[in-house]
């Protein structure tokens, strides 16, 4: 349990071997217990934000040279003295230095999350910009750190705040009208409200319609390789991750499972997935990876629906039923035909054949807006062309302009999605005369769902949730 009595330590740097590493010492005694392993120039008398030169102490013997940075309250990341000390990566070293802290009984060792919760518990963040925190430390892309960046600013916090100042300027209208329910006097404009209502749900919308993207460009465009069995999916995603990571065998059903790795075109990070192959079996663990494959299509939002150029026109057609069982309708399908290495005398007459064949099946020109391609794994042109379209394809999906306010998790969406419903009770309960405290309760429920947002109001479980994703050292 986090006090901001306690005195707390941790290594903060990644674990292994370095050239450096930092361990935080955070709390009443910071200076106390790092005096007592230290040997230098004091500790207590230097400036805020100075650093200083010494050695760290083992008993008799010198453990490391380093370096202490000093922070002072109410200046530091957590509001309380903190000491910094930077030593050689040695692995020895690091959990020495460590214990020797603990030793001093002055301090104990951080939870996870524990800096940046005290951080929160000091006022100096709110619960978005905590997250913000965690979307920083695992930003794998220039667009994913400058989201996280924005939120960490204040941007989300700025836009949830100024919702909720505008519900609560009504809501009080409303309470006030509770307060002379015997007059019959009408302080909050009916028409006004629901306007206001209506203004922010869509508000609400854009927000939570923010969280593909959010999600597209922190985790990955999400990406399925769907099709039958053997039609080259192992082959192309073993392609595009440069890496052998999938078996590839001309024996069908190869893969059970799906197989889920990142790749990077440019700046922009994807997620593809694997699947097993789509066909009719009557064994149980290939009809299982056939179940989640299914879930995988119905996830993604790019599927690579790959067609070997000698599938004959009833196998395609089969495997389409199959496929658009599983399609959510906000999707995009794009058609690979592959293995045109093989059979080069019939290839052209079998791409065109399929693309005729695509063209006539019901349902996909409402969702195969992209013209099929054909691919061959000999051929570095067409592989390019592939990733070109792909590049192009999740474009609007994870285009992050500076300044965007993007919602980036679950939690984030679940609170606006509550604070939606309630403003849709609202509405309705406008529009049907209702008394003015059902109105007022709905209201205040709204404006609760979004201070979870920022933290305004919290629950211990929810403060566990979050901060249970850092590490130790932050």
């Not at 910071?30 to 100075?50: M, N, Q």
């Not at 370096?67 to 692995?91: C, K, L, M, N, W």
């Not at 592939?386 to 919602?407: E, F, K, S």
């Not at 609202?426 to 933290?455: E, F, N």
Request: hydrophobic share 40%; aromatic share 4%.
């Amino acid at each position: 349990m986090t006090t901001t009595t306690d005195t707390i330590c941790a290594i903060s740097t990644p674990p292994g071997i370095g050239g450096i590493a930092v361990i935080r010492v955070s709390g009443p005694k910071a200076f106390e217990a790092v005096r007592h392993i230290w040997h230098g120039k004091d500790l207590a008398s230097a400036r805020h934000a100075s650093a200083l030169v010494g050695e760290i102490m083992d008993g008799d013997h010198i453990l490391d040279q380093a370096v202490a940075s000093i922070f002072r309250s109410p200046h530091s990341y957590t509001t309380q003295d903190t000491v910094e000390i930077s030593v050689h990566g040695s692995v020895y070293v690091q959990s020495r230095l460590l214990r020797l802290l603990i030793d001093t009984g002055l301090c104990r060792l951080a939870q996870p999350g524990e800096y940046t919760r005290l951080a929160y518990l000091a006022g100096r963040l709110d619960l978005a910009q905590v997250e913000a925190v965690a979307d920083i430390l695992s930003a794998r892309t220039a667009g994913a750190h400058r989201i996280a960046i924005n939120q960490l600013k204040g941007s989300l916090t700025t836009r949830i705040r100024e919702l909720r100042s505008q519900l609560i300027d009504l809501a009080s209208l409303l309470e006030l009208e509770l307060d002379f329910s015997e007059e019959d006097i009408e302080f909050a404009s009916r028409a006004r409200l629901e306007l206001l209502a209506n203004d922010i749900i869509g508000q609400i919308d854009r927000l939570t319609d923010s969280f593909a993207t959010g999600q597209a460009i922190l985790t990955g465009y999400p990406i399925a390789l769907a099709g039958a069995t053997n039609a080259g999916k192992s082959t192309l995603l073993n392609l595009l991750l440069d890496d052998d990571r999938a078996i590839v065998s001309d024996v069908h059903g190869t893969t059970r499972d799906t197989i889920q790795d990142t790749f990077k075109i440019g700046e922009t990070l994807f997620r593809i997935t694997d699947t097993a192959g789509l066909r009719d079996t009557s064994d149980p663990i290939e009809r299982e990876g056939i179940n989640r494959t299914c879930k995988v299509i119905n996830s993604a939002h790019l599927i690579l629906w790959l067609i070997d150029h000698r599938t004959s026109d009833s196998e395609v057609r089969e495997i389409w039923k199959q496929l658009s069982l599983n399609l959510a309708g906000h999707q995009t399908l794009l058609p690979v035909i592959t293995k045109t290495d093989i059979c080069q005398e019939v290839v052209d007459a079998n791409i065109k054949r399929i693309k005729e064949i695509l063209h006539d099946l019901s349902g996909v020109d409402k969702i195969a807006q992209e013209t099929p391609l054909s691919h061959s794994i000999s051929d570095a042109e067409t592989l390019q062309m592939l990733r070109d379209t792909i590049c192009r394809i999740a474009a609007p999906h994870t285009n992050y302009q500076p300044g965007d306010v993007v919602i980036t998790n679950e939690r984030q969406r679940q609170a606006l999605l509550q604070a939606r419903a309630e403003l849709q009770n609202t509405h309705k309960a406008l529009t049907q005369g209702l008394p003015p405290d059902l109105v007022a309760h709905h209201l205040r429920h709204a404006i609760s769902s979004l201070a979870t947002i920022t933290g305004d109001i919290t629950t211990p479980d929810l403060l566990a949730t979050i901060f249970t994703r850092f590490c130790i050292g932050k």
